[in-house]
DNA sequence: CATGAATGAGAATTCATTCAT
DNA sequence: TATGAATGAATTCTCATTCAT
């Protein structure tokens, strides 16, 4: 069978090969200027041999998709180290913001472009499927909280509006910058607000948060 | 003049059909997948017909886009009878939730979807204008926090940062919604969610940020 | 009847007004870019309104085709007083080239534009009277060689072949100019190639011609 | 090899078969009449296979633009072996006379139709080259003259000014028929003008002109 | 007489996708 | 496995022309 393996293992080499020239081209040019024409010119294959490792161009976004879900919960752990529970609140943040910052594509792709209809709808039965790996860093999120609480924090709060609060406010940092709602300010200025909201954040939602408490 | 009258009014209606089915096709298609095409069928015109009301496609997008802007000035007016400055604020922020929630296409096209490139470049003199109907809520929500400084709120923190911060958070909870990210959760805990998100909002962002500095 | 005939004269202005205004854009922005609601436009008239005074787009260049015929004539009559008919000749050559390069548009027209194909074949019956208009010119031209005949010129040629000749070498330099094939030259040198060619004209076609009767 | 070669020279008989029914279609509608869906149409492929062969409309009017170039130049060639300078200017002439009137559409392209502006402005750079091709055919014709000169004619004349006016008469002669000016004349009376012209052009602009200095 | 409104037909071009080889 | 060739179905946009008023 080693034949076999080696065909299957090429066959992932390319799967490969295809998903990050896709990748690197919605980096980019953006993601609704490239076809699948541009993406075979870049590997020097013919556009029907794409279609020899994926059923059309939805599942090549599609897997992205879930690509990306796979690198955000690798960024996840590497917080874990951080005992601190709010210390660790605090980075988890940040790290979200790096991520997305740094990869914007496939930010795009995984929390505000519209999802890829016709697949997804093929996908209906595996449909819990769908978000699973999406759910495993909102859990990771929601831990991260679950030990906060016991360190004291968020006390009066349901942990789950605890996660979406804070989910919601760093998405929306990143997603206002990634759509260029923030372009007026300036980089410099960006970079600056991006900071002080990290900042505000800490000491309002995290720490002001458990000292009210302690009290 | 009668006759005269009555012809601008029907033009004038005619473009806010066309501007409503446009809407409502976004709604339900999708930014990117909607055509004259589909707006001229849905309205029983020739697509020929549309532009006699509009020069292109851009046009009509950037019409609804500064149409949500007024929309959204005239909404954030509705809370200025509210006199306390920190309440205000709170309201200010559901507000600007049941706005995101209840006109999504016209969120969407204002702080979600890419931009209309083409327009925006022909527009270039008055790249200001681009953003000043934007800036105008922008700055209406900073008076608003100006207000609450004076009332002893967000003391320590930059006014500009206070404002993204909060715009952010309502943003990042409208957004992902609109996006459906949140689909998972189903429509009541979404609610429930939102509701729970404010709640948090107020009483770490707003409410606590005062006591802590009486204190 | 004086209201008929004032609603007749006024109906002329307006067809008049209709053609001076076509021929102007054509003279600014080359024939095919002029739509018909350019000149209607212009004109501050609808376009349904052009179509009360002339059948169809066809039709008005058609009429513009006549009208440059008129012209041309008019400018031919000039030259009659030249009793000369050698000098005449040259005259004429000269005339027709700076009626040419003074009305490109009309030259255009009546020479190089491939004739509006629709009107022509309505007119099919009056077939010959398509002709009329430009034999008339091309007879007016035989005249004058005739009579350059008369005084010892053009002897071994057919008056035919010789104003066939004369009127192709004209039109041949103009028309190199008109439709910008001789661009590389630059504006200076071609006004020194169109005045060389005309002296080279008289010189050997129609002076030295008469010379070498003479001997 | 074989296969690749066979490819290869499938595709130039593809661009072939384009460019020869574009031209076909030329000949019978007119320039300004030709879309590429006639082409299409007529060649019975789709519009879009078009596209695999030339980028766009442009670049098979510029194509067959320097085919038409390259073919005179072929032509002009057939003459060298004439010894006697002024025989072979009047051979010259008469053989542009019948490469235009052979190859009406090529002609009508290369000296008559208006210029694909876009494709020459993206060809800005090489803009020289746009009449380098052109100016071999002229410059062939000057020396031509020169040897002419040398011979004895055209002595008091610019060299490029005779260059300029044989061409524009000849130019003239085959203009005014292939856009149908001479259709009054009716076939076998052209041949006769043609004739007629040549042999004018001949006496008084060749062969006189050298006697008249000898004397 | 004049026109506003409407449109059918058609233009160039693009792209995801298929299929015979 | 790989692909060259082909295309159907779109896209945006333009224009001469018609017709009810």
């Known amino acids: 069978m080693g034949i076999k393996e080696r065909k299957e293992l090429e066959k992932k080499e ?20 490239i076809t699948l024409r541009n993406i075979a010119e ?6 029907a041999t794409i279609y020899l490792y994926f059923k059309d161009k939805d599942e090549i976004i599609y897997t992205l998709h879930r690509e990306g879900f796979e690198e955000l919960y690798r960024w996840q752990q590497k ?29 795009d792709l995984m929390f505000i472009k519209r999802a890829p209809i016709n697949r997804i709808k093929e996908m209906k039965l595996k449909d819990g499927m769908r978000w699973d790996i999406g759910m495993r860093s909102f859990d990771f999120l929601k831990e ?32 206002l910058i990634i759509r260029e709602r923030c372009d007026v300010f300036g980089e410099e ?13 800490q000491q309002n939602m995290i720490v002001n948060n458990i000292k009210k408490e302690e009290q």
């Open 144 to 175: 991260n909280i679950k030990e906060c609480m016991k360190a004291g924090a968020f006390r009066n709060t349901d942990v789950c509006v605890a996660a979406f609060s804070l989910w919601a406010y760093v998405h929306g940092i990143v997603s």
């Open 79 to 107: 917080i874990l180290p951080v005992k601190d529970p709010l210390e660790r609140l605090y980075r988890h943040a940040e790290m979200y913001v790096s991520f997305a910052l740094e990869n914007p594509e496939y930010y």
């Open 42 to 47: 870049k590997i020097e294959y013919s556009p």
């Open 14 to 33: 390319m799967r490969k090969l295809i998903l990050d020239t896709a990748m690197k081209l919605f980096l980019e040019k953006g993601f609704e200027n």
């Open 189 to 201: 200025q960006i970079r600056c607000l991006v900071k002080g909201s990290l900042d505000f954040m």
